[in-house]
């Protein structure tokens, strides 16, 4: 089946510093990804969509300036946090779909900000 | 605007037993309908999805009822195991994939299994 590989699973770095965050389907194209946001005992939160070698499509109140995908080729997309603040702690999780459809999550990158 | 809506939010049944979780949506653009498990600190995992040309799709323990016209549907486990002890989130979606269609969440339901 399907496989999406995401890197890394926990992360912990010091406020003001940039993280960058990985998402590999690793045995389909995947031209749709997906970056979802979401908080303890919450529910998914998507915060931006992209396709291969286009801009990403942010949800409304997500900085796109804090938050910048890149999905530069039809395997790999990253998310970096920038200037990265304790508020931005979270748990992020990439979703990637490809040409026969569905929907392959990755296993999420747990975020600290200290 | 919430456009599709989880019941009950938290739920303990005993081994063996068939907890059942419901949800209800609003737009009826949406024509998939899967339900995600996840664990702590993992990713949500597809457990089993339905189309709205059917009304009951079963996979192994795993049953999902729709209803079109009170645009409803909803998970059984059957026989379930202290191992489903999990969340579990109800979806729907234009389109099962690709090209944008981005999926509509419930706010889940944490299940517990007592052994």
């Known amino acids: 089946g399907a496989v999406v590989s995401q890197h890394p699973s926990w992360v912990i770095c010091k406020s003001g510093t940039s993280v960058k965050i990985e998402c590999r389907s690793l045995?389909?194209?995947?031209?749709?990804m997906f970056w979802y946001r979401q908080f303890p005992k919450q529910s998914l939160m998507l915060m931006a969509t992209?396709?291969?070698?286009?801009?990403?499509?942010?949800e409304q109140g997500v900085e796109k300036d804090k938050f910048l995908i890149n999905h530069a080729s039809l395997t790999l997309s990253t998310l970096t946090v920038t200037s990265a603040h304790p508020e931005d702690s979270s748990f992020y999780i990439c979703?990637?779909?490809?040409?026969?459809?569905?929907?392959?999550f990755g296993s999420g990158t747990r975020l600290t900000i200290v | 605007q919430q456009q599709v809506k989880q019941s009950p939010q938290s739920l303990i049944v005993q081994k063996g037993g068939i907890p059942i979780i419901n949800c209800a949506y609003e737009?009826?653009?949406?024509?998939?309908f899967p339900w995600y498990q996840q664990f702590p600190g993992k990713g949500p995992a597809l457990l089993i999805a339905?189309?709205?040309?059917?009304s009951e799709k079963k996979e192994g323990r795993f049953t999902i009822s729709f209803n079109k016209s009170a645009k409803q549907f909803s998970l059984h486990i059957m026989d379930s195991q202290p191992g489903d002890s999990a969340t579990y989130f109800c979806?729907?979606?234009?389109?099962?994939?690709?090209?944008?269609?981005?999926?509509?969440f419930g706010k889940g339901t944490l299940l517990t299994v007592n052994p």
């Open positions: 992209s396709n291969e070698g286009s801009k990403a499509t942010y």
């Open positions: 737009n009826t653009a949406f024509d998939y």
């Open positions: 339905i189309r709205p040309d059917v």
């Open positions: 979703s990637a779909s490809g040409p026969t459809g569905g929907y392959t």
């Open positions: 979806a729907a979606s234009k389109g099962s994939g690709g090209s944008n269609y981005k999926l509509t």
């Open positions: 045995d389909f194209q995947a031209t749709t």
